[in-house]
């Protein structure tokens, strides 16, 4: 497929699209970027750039809501250039990148650096949330009043503390979330158990892999899911709900859906897909913050997962370099919790479809849009549909795969899933009617734009 460099109209024929009403064999045409007819080949106009889809099943590109592209701060590990690289690998066209960068960005003018910083090398388009810290509240509207109205709360942020921990700042800092109408994205933590659990933890000396999984107890993530919805809720502040892991917060989140009207969760691919019985083998290369839990959690959130109680999934990608995970194989608190997770999701998903453990309307809704329509993007992502921005992925469901770290983007150069067999993968990433990503080669220029939120 040849290199395009501007966004031209695409025609794509012999497709079967994946619209909110059904599959509907036939194609579609693009102008500017946008899906600007749906028909029957024979009924559509012509345009500069045409793909033959094969049959094959074409969806909306992906929109992950929660990934780390260490820029600035940390382009060692990744940067806006491989990481989005790695998005449209994984079929995914939109993301919502985190801000533990350093200096963190918590702040307008922070959010503002970042924006120039990475402005000419996305390869699919990009958003980002602000992190809050107690002691500058007010640049919420500061950064609502630039276009971003994302916030992340963090309870400490290169091991300076937010000052998130206190429910009663917590509870300001929602107020003014509220206040510009944006959406809060918080962990199910109780932080002070978890912090007194490690220190346990470690004075006793436990640095494995086990006493790392140990050191955020089931209850410390259930009881801050409960309290955080319940104070979400009585605020009326729009939502979303992080690392949902066990099956205990799964209960919660069903006990508590009378208070979710507005609240979202997410479930992480690696909490679907490994449990501490593989983690064992992986040592830090299973390492993740939130914790890799039990074959039971993991049962759990399949299950939450197909009822619609969790219903998004975000990869949280966050790589780390082979050297420093070495570093866990002595003592786990060596080495930097984090797994490259965004290109393996959508294979590992389609797998699990093939193998019946899900459905693909279910996955394509968690992972496209359900995530656009919580960042409230919809239908321009996460939809096909006339005027809704052409990004799309082809899929070919039974495309036998192997996944390998040797065929990766992410710089991270190593995978958990090293090995793994998958039947299903995407084929073609399109961006604003753009092919990107194709057969495993980026076929494009970073065309990948800034998106106010
Ligand atoms: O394991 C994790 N690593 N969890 C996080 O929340 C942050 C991430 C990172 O940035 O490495």
Known sequence: MKPVTCVMSLKLVNAKLWLETGVYEGGLVTENGAVSKIGKESRLPPAENIIDAGGKLV????????????????????????????????????????????????????????????????????????????????????????????????DE??????????????????????????????????????????????????????????????????????????????????????EVSTAETVDVLRSLKPYMTDITAEVRPDHLFLNQENTEKLGPYGQQWTPIRTRKDQTALWEALNEGTVNIIASDHATHMVEEKRHGLGNIWNSPPGLPAIESMLPLLLNAVHEEKTTLDRIIQATSVNPAKRLGLYPRKGCIDIGSDADLVILDLEAEKKITADEMYAKSKWTPYEDWKTIGAPVTTILRGVPVYHEGEIVSKPLGQYISS
Do not use: W
Not at 103 to 132: C, I, W
Not at 169 to 174: E, P, R, S
Not at 197 to 212: E, H
């Open 157 to 242: 942020l290169g091991d300076k503390p937010t000052g998130m921990k206190d429910t009663g700042v917590l509870y300001d800092a929602l107020i003014r979330v509220e206040a510009v109408d944006g959406l809060a994205l918080l962990n199910c933590r109780e932080s002070d158990q978890v912090i007194h659990t490690i220190k346990q933890l470690k004075d006793a000396g436990k640095n494995t892999l086990q006493d790392y999984n140990n050191s955020f107890p089931h209850v410390a993530e259930s009881v801050g899911a409960a309290k955080r919805i319940l104070l979400a809720h009585s605020l009326g502040v729009r939502t979303h709900m992080r």
């Open 59 to 154: 969806v909306p590109g992906l929109v992950d809501l929660h990934v780390h592209f260490r820029e600035p701060g940390y382009t060692q590990k990744e940067d806006f250039a491989s990481g989005t690289s790695a998005a449209a690998a994984g079929g995914v066209t939109t993301v919502l990148d985190e801000p533990n960068n350093k200096p963190v960005t918590g702040s307008a003018e922070a959010l503002r650096v970042k924006q120039e910083l990475v402005k000419d090398h996305s390869y699919v388009d990009y958003l980002f949330n602000m992190a809050v810290y107690a002691d500058r509240l007010s640049e919420i509207r500061s950064a609502a009043n630039i276009g971003v109205n994302v916030f992340a709360f963090f």
